[in-house]
Each structure stands twice: as C-alpha cells, then as structure tokens.
C-alpha cells in the first residue's frame, strides 16, 4: 500500500461549490418556510394565539437550526474552496522550487 496522498484541487472546488449551492438553496427555502408558516398563518390555521403557541416555539426551533445548517454548509464550502486554494498554492510552488533545481 502506498503512503502517497493524491489530491484532485478540481474534485475538491467541485465539491465546495456543491455545498455552497446547497447552503444557497437551504437559504431560499428557510425564507418560504418563513412565508408560509409565519405567526399570523399559524394563529390563522389554529384559531388563536393560545392554541398555535406550542407549534410557533417549535416553528422557531426548526428555523433557528436550519439557519444554522445553511450558516455550517456554506462555511464548510468556503473551507474546501480555501483548502483548494492553499493546495494549489502549495503545488505551484513546489513546481518552481524544483524548476529552480535543476
């Protein structure tokens, strides 16, 4: 088995983007969550405040952790793209310190 580590920079940026994409599209249905299931939709649907309270705590629950789902996929996307980044970095220079050798 070999120790060497083979990394492909154009996989990695194609995945980041993927998560990028996926956190931008998170972002467009939390804000149709929002639209469709907002305090006054809820009130509406079950009569009062009284009787929606229970499933607007929950609304907010789940808007808070999708919010933090979409805040997490587009900082992990972020984190490849910048992972893809220094690697590249890293290779180019690599390249000119062997260029410089010979």
Known sequence: MS???RLSTEALHKLGT???NRAEELSRQL??????ADAEALRDGFGSDEAARPYRELFEEAERA???LQQRL???GGGIKETVANTQAAE????EIMRSTR
């Open 3 to 5: 120790d060497e580590v």
């Open 18 to 20: 993927t998560f990028e």
């Open 31 to 36: 804000s149709a969550f929002r639209r469709c």
């Open 66 to 68: 999708l919010a933090q």
């Open 74 to 76: 587009a900082a992990v």
């Open 92 to 95: 180019d220079e690599l390249v």
